[in-house]
């Protein structure tokens, strides 16, 4: 079975400097991995998305991620957080058969201090 | 249009009542899927529909019922719920090609009293 785990629940960062958020994936085959953004009272939001190619890919609002094969991680970064881009951060796993059906982590709420 | 629509935003039931989540899309995708989620946590799969047909329902007690009219179209009936549903449910929507995302929509903030 897939799975993908976010070993942060909270991330806290300042503005300005940079951020990661962790996430680390285990599957059968190839993996497809995503991840998403959710804002209070609101649905997930789609960020960016790794298939095959490049290992860093580039997303939504100066987001960017890093595939790291050997290491099993999809680590979520961006170079200068901003306070709006504190939210709650998804990493998941789409299943290639399984009527494509997404395993997301537990979450890892991201605080940016003015 | 690129968005998915959840109606009711919003709604409070008892536990004898019997009430219908609805959802829509536009962007032609053929699967669609209801997630449950409660605060802080990551949502959890309820049921897939592929090609308007369900193909995954994860256990879900008979409570809920899903139905999908047509490709566009996904509801979700409710009856007899507990507290314990009370939840934030979540539609999305997606191609049947792995390599995309999904799109979800708001959701329906649900309380059952």
């Known amino acids: 079975a897939q799975s993908v785990a976010q070993p942060e629940d909270q991330v806290n960062v300042a503005e300005g400097n940079p951020l990661t958020v962790k996430c680390t994936y285990s599957v059968s085959g190839n993996p497809y991995l995503f991840w998403y953004v959710q804002y209070p009272n609101r649905g997930l939001q789609f960020l960016l998305k790794?298939?095959?190619?490049?290992?860093l890919v580039k997303g939504s609002y100066g987001f960017e991620a890093e595939f790291n094969k050997s290491q099993t991680s999809f680590h979520l970064k961006k170079p200068s957080a901003l306070v709006s881009d504190s939210a709650l951060y998804f990493c998941?796993?789409?299943?290639?058969?399984?009527?494509?059906?997404?395993?997301f982590g537990d979450g890892t709420t991201l605080t940016v201090k003015p | 249009d690129t968005e998915v629509t959840q109606t009711p935003k919003h709604l409070v039931m008892g536990m004898t009542n019997k009430k219908s989540l609805k959802c829509e899309q536009h962007?032609?995708?053929?699967?669609m899927y209801w997630y449950k989620q409660k605060a802080k946590k990551p949502p959890e799969l309820m049921f897939v529909?592929?090609?308007?047909?369900?193909?995954i329902n994860e256990s879900v007690p008979s409570r809920f019922s899903p139905e999908c009219p047509n490709s566009s179209l996904l509801n979700l009936h409710l009856h007899a719920l507990q507290p314990e549903d009370s939840a934030l449910y979540l539609c999305?929507?997606?191609?049947?090609?792995?390599?995309?995302?999904?799109?979800f929509g708001s959701g329906t903030r649900l309380t059952v009293v």
């Open positions: 529909y592929s090609y308007e047909k369900l193909s």
């Open positions: 999305a929507s997606s191609t049947s090609r792995t390599a995309y995302g999904y799109t």
């Open positions: 790794y298939i095959t190619g490049d290992n």
């Open positions: 962007m032609g995708h053929r699967a």
């Open positions: 998941a796993v789409r299943d290639s058969g399984n009527a494509g059906k997404s395993t």
